[in-house]
């Protein structure tokens, strides 16, 4: 018998439980957590790079076009001569003008 097998047989011993537990805890990291910190820090990025002139979607889903920037807030026109002014963190995806046929493209995957 190996160390292990003598270690894990004993009847009282925590250590299989800690070993599954932490394993358990690493595999949810790299499933669940770790994508999800990717994808906030890809979105805090394209907040931080707007300019004016982007096509953008607010979280509430609102299409609009920047207007102008300031530190924390942005000014989005919605239509001729209409502006509304949101704060940058609700600005969910920014969109692209596709080259080749004129379609806007998301770029918030």
Do not use: C
Request: glycine residues 6%; hydrophobic residues 40%.
């Amino acid at each position: 018998m190996n160390t292990f097998e003598i270690i894990a047989n004993s009847p009282n011993n925590p250590l299989p439980q800690i070993l599954f537990f932490a394993l358990l805890f690493v595999i949810m990291w790299v499933v669940m957590i770790r994508p999800q910190q990717k994808r906030a820090k890809a979105l805090r990025e394209r907040q931080a790079n707007l300019k004016k002139g982007d096509n953008v979607v607010t979280i509430g889903g609102m299409h609009a076009t920047v207007n102008s920037i300031s530190d924390t807030t942005v000014s989005l026109r919605i239509s001729e001569g209409n502006f509304v002014k949101y704060d940058k963190s609700a600005i969910a995806s920014v969109l692209t003008k596709d080259a080749e046929g004129g379609k806007d493209e998301k770029t918030d995957k």
